[in-house]
């Protein structure tokens, strides 16, 4: 073993290699810990951004935010910890963070989420001004907008409208149904031939009450009055449970009551089911898994309309910075990166009439015309609203879709129940959620 | 000399500090040797554990109760008042009888088909390690990984039991030539998850299969416990099977089963991932639990006040059943 050299003057040895090992952690202690106070420098700091989103159902989109966010860390040299989980998983994680005081810096909450948790959330009103937050579809900006201030940016919303097998119609000579009757009649043609609509009715956070609610408002009933009284039990809600009563005897599967909202996808593409109410993912989903046979023999059409009116629900989306987030100004930088018009335009035209964008001046996109199976969806946010209209889209609208009052209310109905009671039993339920 | 004065003062250094690590390690000793401070030390980080993880969230449950509070922001206390709202709802009485229905159906009958399997499981027969062995198996496999499973096989649309009952009663059976069986059509084979009572039943089921080997293995283990003279003797007297389950085999048994039966009524009580996987509380709330409530009200509506109020609805009626056990077994003389 090689002696350590001895300092010819003092008469000391030089420095052996543990004692250089100890001289150097507590240099490095004291320059960190000392001088610091604890924390890095700030020049050698790198700001992140945590962004928790779900995994699209489209997943190009998710890759194409990746790359965003690599070029967005080159230009503004903050990176950004793009998380992606279940859809049904977020609310639960948004709640412990908010309540917690820690968690992502950036929460993508859906439907009026935003009102939710709004006391935790921050005031996104810089940026919303900042990128023309007026011009925004008003579905979307009752979703985020809770009295007045901006707890959220819109990003965009996914349409329902019926997914239906082109092939089976044409055989049946069955055309496109533009109202409810049209609808049934065209629903018994299909089941007498081995072919029902599929709904589900089932707890299930989006197809049972997208199609319920639209079912509901486009024969003139809704839950609540533009003043928030409960109003469900009204001859026109009566009206729309009794065509359901009659349609789902007569035109739907009957499994339906237990579907969540994976299932109708799966009877589709399994050809169990012609029709049901869904975003453009089924068809996504049989192009991507080349069943050419389901693909190349569907379409999409607008809900039928009814007595008071043609409507739909389209589900929003947006980002919201928690309160507790130190990174909020970095945040706020990253969200209008994605906003910016170019990264945007990609962002909605990856996801091929998938998702509808949060505000006009995108009509010209060539997605809305390159694929007539999806072309449709482009008319969709005319005609979306949102639980609880014409009243307001707040804390008790989402209590009551929490508790599926309006699905249950139908439900109950297909299984026995009168119109009556049905609509009397929603309106007590109602009244205990919204306190009138 | 003032070389070896040093190394005198050294050593009395040493020899001081050992004494006092000396004494202080005896007087660790001498009182870890007293049985009541040993007990004491013993207990502290059970103690803590139970303060950390239990009551500290069942205190501030019980303070949210109370509030009005939801995610976000801070609770005002409101009284009663979300007690109130909820008997009020037609949604959390359907939970609730949902609720003890589920509980004691289920608890019933994994307590008599695992009695059943443990008197089969308690015989000598070949490949007895094996099959023991076996029959844990729907205990080991994640709750969520075997409910889904159960979903495929309920499902409205899919569900393998109606594909099989649909197979068999449409298959004309004939033995030369004789018809044994008619094909008696198509059936569509009940909707498991889709109608209330069905919807129920399969719950009920699912639950019954994965709890039953907690039961049959507990009765198992105490089944081997029961002297085998106590059947001699009762062989001796002419007991038939039946009087020597009745009289020998569940009177030896009965603390064991009362404790098993007691653990598995709270731990059903508050179920939750089954039905959250397989119904959600659907079709119209007929398989709503408390636990399914709770969440719902706390995670999805946001109102974690009157989530806490639901799921608090769950302690009285555990607290009864669980003084009811104690009382019957300090009076049978098991502590």
Partial sequence: MAKSPVDKASGKKGLTRREFTKSSAAVAAGTGLGLFGGVAPAFAQQREVHHLAWNNFIPPADELTLEFAATFEKEAGIKIRFETIGQNDIQARAAAAIEGGAGPDIIQLFWNHAHLYAGGLADHSAIYEMDGGDQIYPYLQEATTVDDVPRGIPYFGIGNLMAYRTDVYKDLGISIPDNWDEFLAAGTKCKAEGWPFGQTLGHTLGDAPNFTYSLMWSFGGSEVDESGQVAVNSEATRAAIDWMKEAWEAAFEPGGLSWDDGSNNRAFLAEQICTTSNAASIYFVARQKEMNHVADNMGHYLYPQGPGGRFCVSVPQGFSIPKYSKNQEAAMEWIRFLLRPDNYERYISVQNCFALPRAPGLEGLPMWTADPAVSIFAEAGKYSRSYGWPGPFGRGAAEAQSKYIIVDMFARAVQGASAQEAAAWAEKELKNVYGT | ?335
């Fill in chain 2, 1 to 335: 000399m003032a070389e070896t004065t040093a190394k005198t003062a050294a050593t009395t250094r040493e020899s001081a500090s050992r004494t006092a690590e000396k004494s202080r390690t005896s007087w660790i000793t001498t009182q870890l040797e007293n049985e009541r401070v040993l007990g004491y030390v013993l207990l502290t980080p059970a103690f803590l554990l139970i303060i950390v993880f239990i009551a500290y969230p069942f205190a501030l449950g019980t303070w949210m109760a109370l509030t009005d509070k939801v995610v976000g922001q801070p609770g005002n206390f409101i009284g009663l008042a979300n007690f109130a709202k909820l008997l009020d709802s037609d949604i959390f009485r359907t939970a609730a009888w949902n609720t003890v229905f589920f509980t004691v159906v289920a608890t019933a009958i994994k307590a008599a088909l695992g009695m059943w399997l443990a008197v089969l499981l308690n015989r000598k027969f070949s490949l007895s390690r094996v099959t023991r062995a076996a029959v844990l198996l729907p205990f080991i496999v994640p709750t969520v990984l075997s409910t889904l499973v159960w979903l495929w096989m309920l499902d409205g649309t899919f569900s393998v039991f109606n594909w099989i009952l649909r197979w068999l009663w449409d298959m004309e059976i004939s033995v030369f030539g004789l018809v044994i069986k008619e094909d008696f059509g198509y059936i569509r084979g009940p909707n498991w998850l889709g109608e209330p009572s069905w919807a129920m039943g399969s719950i009920i089921m699912a639950n019954v299969w994965r709890g039953l080997p907690f039961f049959a293995i507990s009765f198992l283990a105490a089944l081997q416990t029961v002297p085998s003279e106590l059947y001699d003797a009762a062989d001796i007297d002419g007991a038939s099977g039946w009087r020597k389950f009745w009289h020998v085999t569940l009177p030896m048994i009965k603390p064991v089963a009362i404790v098993v039966v007691v653990f598995s009524f709270v731990v059903t009580f508050a179920d939750f991932q089954l039905v959250y996987v397989l119904t959600r509380g659907g079709p119209h709330n007929s398989t709503h639990l408390l636990a399914t409530l709770a969440y719902q009200l706390s995670m999805h509506a946001g109102n974690l006040g009157e989530g806490a109020a639901a799921a608090l609805f769950m302690v009285p009626l555990l607290f009864v059943v669980i003084v009811l056990q104690l009382t019957y077994l300090r009076r049978i003389g098991v502590d």
